[in-house]
């Protein structure tokens, strides 16, 4: 089989290339087309390619804001068809977007049906909803047929498209903006335009205007769904200043009288972006796991206005503290990030402050004016020399008709002919003092004209109507001339642009006044868990399978209790509500449960495996009652152990803390609260050793040191006492017995001891 010849042109060395720098390149494509197409803003309109492309679409499809809707599903598509070759659910889901009146400050889109809600609930389906422009995305486009802005064409080249918009009102604040792009991303707050405007207007004024003044007029951001900015001002102030920082944001409550000393605490407004059936949930959620005991419930009674109601556990609660709690637990306060990432004339991303922002806004403005005043002039040029042709031809009306009715080619007849003369013995008919405009040969545009004109239009009352026109139009001239040539006209012009947006966008508009407020609110305190909690008796209760409840009041420790079957009782003791329980397990942790989070006491109880993570195989060694400054003996059976304070052994998760380290087949077989100035070991093999107290270290957490010594076996049990009292124990028969004269047993620590006194319990137990 013969070999394939090769092409002599082709250079496999020429057209080889690093994998690296193949997929660097490529990645780069890739990250700037995220960057520049996609993900951020830019500073001069403040939209996204996709946001501009659903405006444009719509006013293609000439939906006004006075006019008819159209379904949704009809502009997706032709979004998708003409300028936006993504997916159409992407397309629709941007759309329904800037008509969430909770989402953006300042719709741009009037829909109209299901187009979701502050629960989070999504839209319906585009087949089902319509929608039409708004005024504001009106007002974003004005210009647009006036060569105010540069097309591009579109992905087939089939259409053209705007690369950015008019924009009569700074968008990228107003309504803000946010998107994550290839190592950038943007975060913007949209605000209130009353006031981006009032900044506009000082910064035409002055120049050279301070950040702080600037903020002075835009105090902070303008959230659709209110609340309160509670962050300092200086935090606020640096944040607009360098472009990057964070708000934070509380929901807005106030309390509700129920008469009788109850009362109610009723959410009107939450914080943006938070959706409220999560914001429920996780209200839910701490009431369940009894985080803040002082919360009773939450229900919802919104209807098209937000009301959540949040009723404290008892009337004497402080309704300052619970919300401290629920703020600092809770999306009731959250921290809004700014990040100011957007694109200086629509190629740079640049982390720009408030100032840079609006002065990229007013450039914009300035130029669109700019190209506005031009198109208008050129337009007016067009005009008057039409106008000109015509006047020609009413002066020579009768010339006209017979060159129309008799020559064979009337357009080139009507540009060769000299009207000068015509004109002079025209004018004391028509009562000119000086010729008219057009005297001369006529051009070839006013010669299309006049061929064009109506025949009813060859009246005298229609020649008046042309000089009026004439006039008027020279005047417009010339005042666009003047502003073309004057900055200050020009900004002046801008001005009266924007004082005409604030009439009809700012605070006295429906829905233009400001709707987040500011307070001065400091960190929440960190509030005692027992401060929160009710004093009341409790019985704990715990069985040797592990089934725990507490039982309100004190009652006999003797008493009779129900448990399961084949189960039976281990632990009782009396608390309080405030208490902590300290739950020692033989795999060496301790773990915290609070008294007050115990299940009641008319069932069972619940597995107190649930409550914390104790794994299957440790089992539960002690329960006791924590005791600030008081210390534990903690010992192992491999015969270990140490001293540990108990405020070192308090946890806050689940999943305890580690006390005694133990491995292999050592378990944690002690843990004794230390009462007393020594301590006295037994170990299976019923040797007994007593030592001074203060030859045990105090540790945090370890291994510990040798208690007692063994041959074989391992330890038993291990207490403290006080040794002027003796050590007591209870025999076979139940008595209690104490032992005074201990000197047979005294040695130093990790001593063997010595065989245990007469009438010392069988399972080598102290208690």
């Known amino acids: 089989m013969s070999e394939t010849p090769k092409d002599p042109h082709i250079n496999p060395v020429a057209i080889a290339e690093p994998l690296r720098r193949a997929i660097g390149e490529r990645y780069l494509t890739y990250a700037l087309s995220t960057i520049m197409d996609r993900a951020l803003p830019d500073a001069r309109d403040g939209l996204k390619p996709v946001h501009r492309r659903i405006l444009y679409a719509m006013r293609e499809l000439k939906l006004s804001s006075t006019g008819g809707f159209r379904k949704s599903a009809k502009i997706s598509g032709d979004v998708m068809g003409n300028y936006h070759p993504h997916g159409d659910t992407a397309i629709y889901d941007a759309m329904a977007r800037l008509a969430q009146d909770f989402n953006v400050r300042y719709p741009l889109v009037d829909g109209q049906g299901n187009f979701g809600n502050i629960d989070g609930d999504n839209p319906a389906a585009s087949r089902y909803t319509e929608a039409r422009l708004t005024a504001a995305a009106e007002a ?13 064409p579109n992905y087939d080249g089939t259409l053209e498209e705007p690369v950015v918009m008019p924009a009569a009102f700074p968008n990228l604040l107003a309504n803000g903006s946010s998107g994550i792009a290839v190592g950038m991303a943007t975060n913007i707050p949209p605000h209130n335009i009353d006031e981006l405007v009032k900044a506009c207007l000082h910064l035409i004024q002055t120049p050279d205007a301070r950040d702080e003044t600037l903020i002075s007029m835009v105090p902070g951001p303008d959230f659709p769904t209110g609340g309160v900015i509670v962050e300092p001002r200086a935090n606020i102030i640096e944040a607009y200043r360098t472009g990057r920082g964070s708000f934070r944001l509380r929901a807005r409550w106030q309390i509700e009288d129920l008469g009788r000393g109850t009362w109610q605490i009723v959410v009107t407004e939450i914080p943006y972006q938070v959706q409220k059936s999560r914001l429920i949930e996780k209200l839910a959620e701490l009431i369940q796991t009894r985080k803040i005991p002082i919360f009773g419930d939450v229900r919802d009674e919104s209807a098209d206005d937000v009301r959540l109601i949040i009723e404290p556990k008892s009337k004497n609660v402080d309704p300052e503290m619970l919300m401290g709690m629920l703020f600092r637990n809770s999306d009731l306060e959250i921290r809004f990030s700014l990040n100011m990432n957007v694109l200086i004339d629509g190629r740079t991303p640049k982390v720009c402050s408030l100032k840079e922002v609006l002065r990229a806004f007013l450039d914009h403005r300035r130029e669109v004016l700019n190209r506005r005043s031009q198109h208008r002039l050129e337009k007016i040029d067009h005009r008057l020399e039409v106008l000109a042709g015509f006047i020609t031809a009413f002066l020579n009306l009768d010339r006209v008709i017979d060159i129309i009715r008799y020559d064979e080619d009337p357009k080139a007849a009507l540009m060769r002919e000299d009207w000068s003369r015509a004109h002079v013995r025209a004018m004391a008919e028509a009562d000119y003092v000086s010729p008219p405009p057009g005297a001369g040969e006529l051009s070839e545009v006013q010669a299309d004209a006049i061929l064009n004109m109506r025949l009813r239009s060859l009246r005298r009352l229609e020649e008046i109507e042309l000089l009026r026109e004439q006039d008027a139009l020279t005047k ?29 966008f700012g605070k006295d508009a429906p829905g233009g006044a400001r709707r987040t407020d500011f307070a001065e609110a400091g960190e929440v305190e960190e509030v005692p868990l027992e401060a929160m909690i009710e004093r009341e008796p409790l019985t704990v209760v715990c069985s040797k399978m592990g089934w725990i409840r507490a039982m309100k009041g004190h009652i006999a420790l003797e008493s009779e209790l129900k448990f399961k079957d084949g189960d039976e009782g281990r632990f009782v003791f009396h608390a309080e509500t405030t208490d902590r329980l300290l739950v020692c397990a033989s795999n060496g942790r301790i773990y915290t449960v609070q008294a007050s989070n115990l299940p009641g006491g008319r069932g069972m ?43 070192e052994v308090l946890a806050q998760t689940r999943a305890g803390k580690v006390v005694l380290n133990v491995r292999d087949d050592v378990r944690a077989r002690v843990f004794r609260r230390v009462t007393g100035d020594h301590v006295a070991v037994v170990g299976e093999n019923r040797k007994v050793l007593i030592f001074p107290l203060e030859e045990l270290p105090e540790m945090g957490r370890g291994k510990g040191v040798r208690l007692q010594k063994y041959k074989d076996g391992g330890l038993s049990d291990a207490t403290t006492f006080t040794l002027e009292q003796g050590l007591s124990w209870k025999d076979p028969a139940g008595r209690t017995r104490t032992e005074t004269d201990l000197t047979e047993w005294l040695a130093k620590r990790a001593s063997a001891g010595r065989m245990a006194p007469r009438g010392f319990p069988r399972d080598n137990s102290f208690t």
């Open 140 to 152: 974003l486009m004005e210009g647009l047929a006036e060569n105010a802005v540069d097309f591009r």
């Open 476 to 504: 417009e001239r010339a005042g666009l001339a003047d502003l073309l040539d004057s900055d200050q006209l020009q900004w002046a012009k801008i001005s009266e642009e924007l004082r005409a947006v604030r009439k009809q």
């Open 605 to 647: 109880g619940e597995p107190l495996r649930l409550m914390i993570d104790l794994p299957n195989e440790a089992d539960i060694i002690e329960i006791m009652i924590y005791r600030p400054g008081e210390k534990i003996l903690v010992a192992s059976t491999a015969g270990d152990g140490f001293v540990v304070p108990t405020d």
